[in-house]
């Protein structure tokens, strides 16, 4: 069983910049895939970005070239540095592992931006 858990969340101004974080625990062996999901009210859960053990990444068309994916040096770990963020970009984020063919979601932090 994985457990994440996601902080950095908050709110900011149309154009400001957020980092989230994630932490993974409940698991010895390096997670391959981990990313965030994002879910806007009234709308399905989307795809933000995803990173491997390896260090490839996707990111959703949206937030290409203003958001940045990266794994930290602990292991499990990963963050999404937010970027000259949009007031569309509000939505609660979560941090998401796929381990032994299972998929993990954390709890979510919100994120709103103001116009």
């Known amino acids: 069983q994985v457990q994440l858990v996601e902080s950095g969340g908050g709110l900011v101004q149309a154009g400001g910049s957020l980092r989230l974080s994630c932490a993974a625990s409940?698991?010895?062996?390096?997670?391959?895939?981990m990313g965030w999901y994002r879910q806007a009210p009234g709308k399905q859960r989307e795809l933000v970005a995803t990173?491997?053990?390896?260090?490839?990444?996707n990111y959703a068309d949206a937030v290409k070239g203003r958001f940045t994916i990266s794994r930290g040096n602990a292991k499990n770990t990963v963050y999404l540095q937010m970027n000259s963020l949009k007031p569309e970009d509000t939505a609660v984020y979560s941090c998401?592992?796929?381990?032994?063919?299972?998929?993990?979601w954390g709890q979510g932090t919100q994120v709103t931006v103001s116009s």
């Open positions: 998401y592992a796929r381990w032994r063919l299972s998929d993990y």
């Open positions: 409940g698991s010895s062996f390096t997670i391959n895939t």
């Open positions: 990173i491997t053990s390896v260090i490839s990444t």
